[in-house]
């Protein structure tokens, strides 16, 4: 496996939320090219990008940056959720994208992406950000889901910081299929 740091910004302080649209939308062509450099590599079965912000998650460094890992074995969450793919139907997240558009738990939409608390939410705050076509990584979306991605991304994670005095402590993890 793998594991690389991805700098947002020159700036000391900050997260994803704190870029510009330029910024954000340069950082979503990085995790998409890594991602597509990362799954090429002999023994890599999945590529996970994520942010984590605020001390209360662990964060050590207040530098605004991501990590993406490349893993030698699909993570059991992933394989949980295989399992329950082929339990199901092989459209089982267009289904779930689905029913939640047409919930009252939408938080943002746009053209390429829907933003919902998702039914029976684990955590206190949780937001899934789903494409509305079936992608199975960063890498294959296209050029207008990734320029639409970069506001929306933005506005969901200013949002969420707008609902305490502090920034809110957080974990955004990209799950991509293996």
Same mark, same amino acid.
């Given at each position: 496996g &793998?594991?690389?740091?991805v700098?947002f910004?020159?700036? +000391?302080?900050?997260?994803?939320g704190?870029?510009g649209p330029t &910024?954000a939308? @340069?950082?979503?062509?990085?995790?998409?090219? &890594? @991602?597509?450099a990362?799954? !090429?590599?002999?023994?890599?079965a999945?590529?996970?990008?994520?942010e984590?912000r605020?001390?209360a998650?662990g964060v @050590?460094?207040? +530098?605004?940056?991501?990590?993406?890992?490349?893993?030698?074995?699909?993570?059991?969450?992933?394989? &949980? @959720?295989r399992?329950?793919v !082929?339990?199901?139907s092989?459209?089982l997240?267009?289904r779930?994208?689905?029913?939640e558009?047409?919930?009252s738990?939408?938080?943002?939409e746009?053209?390429?992406?829907?933003?919902?608390v998702?039914?029976?939410?684990?955590?206190?705050?949780?937001v899934?950000?789903?494409? +509305?076509?079936h992608?199975?990584? %960063? !890498?294959?979306t296209?050029a207008?889901?990734?320029?639409?991605?970069?506001? %929306?991304? %933005?506005?969901?994670?200013r949002?969420?910081?707008?609902?305490?005095?502090t920034p809110?402590p957080y974990?955004a993890?990209w +799950?991509?299929a293996?």
């Open positions: &793998r594991c690389e740091v700098c910004s020159p700036e +000391h302080s900050g997260s994803f704190t870029l &910024r939308r @340069t950082v979503i062509e990085a995790w998409a090219d &890594r @991602t597509a990362l799954s !090429a590599l002999p023994g890599v999945q590529v996970f990008p994520f984590n605020g001390e998650i @050590t460094l207040p +530098h605004p940056h991501g990590q993406i890992y490349a893993y030698p074995y699909v993570t059991p969450r992933t394989q &949980r @959720t399992d329950a !082929a339990r199901t092989p459209d997240f267009a779930i994208l689905d029913t558009r047409a919930s738990r939408v938080v943002l746009g053209e390429h992406w829907t933003a919902f998702p039914f029976a939410a684990r955590w206190p705050i949780e899934h950000l789903l494409p +509305h076509r992608v199975a990584d %960063l !890498a294959e296209s207008a889901e990734r320029d639409e991605l970069s506001p %929306l991304y %933005l506005r969901l994670l949002g969420v910081d707008a609902l305490y005095d809110t974990i993890a +799950h991509q293996p």
